[in-house]
């Protein structure tokens, strides 16, 4: 039920975001018809910009107001609105990032496929360098679909990580750092924190695999004129250990593990 009391202010502590417990939060319905989805995914068939034309908004049919009493039921409507959220997420991920020292995955042009972290800092500057940022995928339908039918019993709007990025770092200061910095961003609605880092997390469900992982939803000026500002995205803080794990073997393996499991 997205209507229910998120967890936290954006002003929360580091501390208690860590030992809080989880406050589930879905996606809701702008009120959408299929003319409208088309439209939006036409408008952003593109995502080489970090953010949105700003003079989108005209340009969509009239629209009801937001109700977050009222989950979205098409996955169509979910896919239109993380496809049009995630340049603004990925344009916050990459404040967060140059703020906490974090680091981003860079394909490495000697080797195909295969790729390196570097830190945001070293990357944003360097045009070549940031044209070679693996930034993350909406996630696939195909697995969209099995996620609804194995866990979700056809329920889209608990489908929080359509739209998602993640941000790796060195050590834990740095991740409690980002952590803190998305806390007190003013544009940031924290719906759940899932700390798997916690050792009292138990690693059996994800094959031995920890990050902390945040659902939240973007409020900006620009995602409440788009009504984009109930959808659910989800950002991963991850260790670089765990990071170096998430190779093309790592996730075919994770992949098998969680089909075993029927997840």
């Known amino acids: 039920n997205s209507d229910m009391a998120v967890m936290m202010g954006t002003r929360s502590s580091v501390d ?8 589930f939060g879905s996606n809701a319905s702008s009120g959408s018809d299929g003319r409208w989805t088309r439209r939006l995914r036409n408008m952003f ?18 629209l009801a107001q937001i109700d977050l009493g009222s989950p979205v ?13 995630h340049p603004v997420l990925k344009h916050k991920v990459q404040g967060w990032a140059d703020a906490a020292d974090g680091m981003v995955a860079v394909s490495d042009p000697c ?15 360097d045009p070549a ?37 993640s941000i790796v770092f060195d050590d ?27 050792p009292r997390s138990g690693a059996e469900s994800t094959a031995g695999y920890r990050d902390v992982a945040l ?32 190779n093309t073997d790592g996730h075919k393996r994770y992949v098998e593990f969680r089909n075993a499991r029927a997840e």
């Open 45 to 62: 068939s593109k995502e080489d910009s970090l953010d949105p034309p700003q003079h989108t908004a005209r340009h969509l049919p009239a």
């Open 129 to 165: 360098m940031l044209g070679r940022v693996r930034w993350a995928k909406l996630k696939a339908q195909s697995r969209a679909i099995q996620k609804l039918l194995r866990s979700y019993k056809g329920d889209v709007s608990r489908l929080l990580d359509v739209c998602r990025e």
């Open 215 to 246: 659902n939240l939803r973007v409020q900006t000026p620009l995602t409440k004129k788009l009504y984009l500002n109930a959808h659910v995205c989800e950002v991963q803080l991850i260790l670089l250990q765990f990071a170096a794990c998430k």
């Open 172 to 198: 834990i200061a740095q991740l409690r750092q980002c952590l803190q910095t998305i806390a007190d961003d003013p544009e940031v609605v924290m719906l759940r924190v899932k700390n798997r880092l916690d």
């Open 73 to 85: 039921t098409s996955l169509d409507q979910l896919y239109a609105q993380a496809l049009c959220l």
């Open 16 to 23: 208690g975001l860590f030992n809080s417990a989880s406050v």
């Open 111 to 125: 080797s195909v496929g295969e790729h390196k972290f570097v830190r945001y800092r070293e990357v944003k500057d």
